[in-house]
Nanobody, 128 residues
Framework: QVQLVESGGGLVQAGGSLRLSCAAS????????MGWFRQAPGKERAIVAA????????YYADSVKGRFTISRDNAKNTVYLQMNSLTPEDAAVYYC?????????????????????WGRGTQVTVSS
């Protein structure tokens, strides 16, 4: 079992930065591939970034590539999303998600249905 709690959201001006954190409790964080998703009003929840169990492989949606960075600290049971050059289009509720994988699994995962555990989300608002 993994419990996930996101933090770091808030209101920022366009062009600004935020760093989201997702703290995991439970014994299986280091055994989990992780993902950040976002959902804006009236839209589907969509992948933003994903990271493999070891952190060696990462994925970014085209819309955030070059501006967002996903990272993890397995010693702290935390995954991060550094968001730079924010635009109003980035405004959404951001969720982190976890999928337990095997020891030698170096994959990341993109589909929300592949993830087992979800946090409650943190709101990001970007003013123009």
């Amino acid at each position: 079992q993994v419990q996930l709690v996101e933090s770091g959201g808030g209101l920022v001006q366009a062009g600004g930065s935020l760093r989201l954190s997702c703290a995991a409790s439970g014994r299986t964080f280091s055994s989990s591939a992780m993902g950040w998703f976002r959902q804006a009003p009236g839209k589907e929840r969509a992948i933003v970034a994903a990271i493999s169990r070891s952190g060696g492989s990462t994925y970014y949606a085209d819309s955030v590539k070059g501006r967002f960075t996903i990272s993890r600290d397995n010693a702290k049971n935390t995954v991060y999303l550094q968001m730079n050059s924010l635009t109003p289009e980035d405004a959404a509720v951001y969720y982190c998600a976890a999928k337990t994988v095997g020891l030698l699994n170096g994959n990341y995962y993109l589909a929300k249905d592949e993830y087992t555990y979800w946090g409650r989300g943190t709101q990001v608002t970007v003013s123009s």
